[in-house]
């Protein structure tokens, strides 16, 4: 029976494990909104930082995963499933 203790030899040895081992990147989740409001609008970020501008209505922008949950609140703003 394997146990981590292995896994750890195996990425000293420079291998790896995992989703890596499969050549799968990893991608940050992210998540898509799209604007249903009049002209344009940009908003900051709380968590990240990152400014995200909707370029008038029906715009759709990715949204990194650490800001999602102040989104979904914001009026005029719509997440896509």
Known sequence: MACCGGQRAA???GGSVGAEAAGAPFLPRANEFEYIGTGDF???????G??????????????????????????NLRRIP
Do not use: C, M, Q
């Open 50 to 75: 990152k400014r995200y501008f909707f370029r008038g209505r029906g715009a759709r922008v990715r949204v990194d995963a650490s800001d999602v949950a102040s989104f979904v609140s914001i009026p």
């Open 42 to 48: 940009e908003i900051t970020g709380p968590l990240t």
């Open 11 to 13: 990425l000293r040895a």
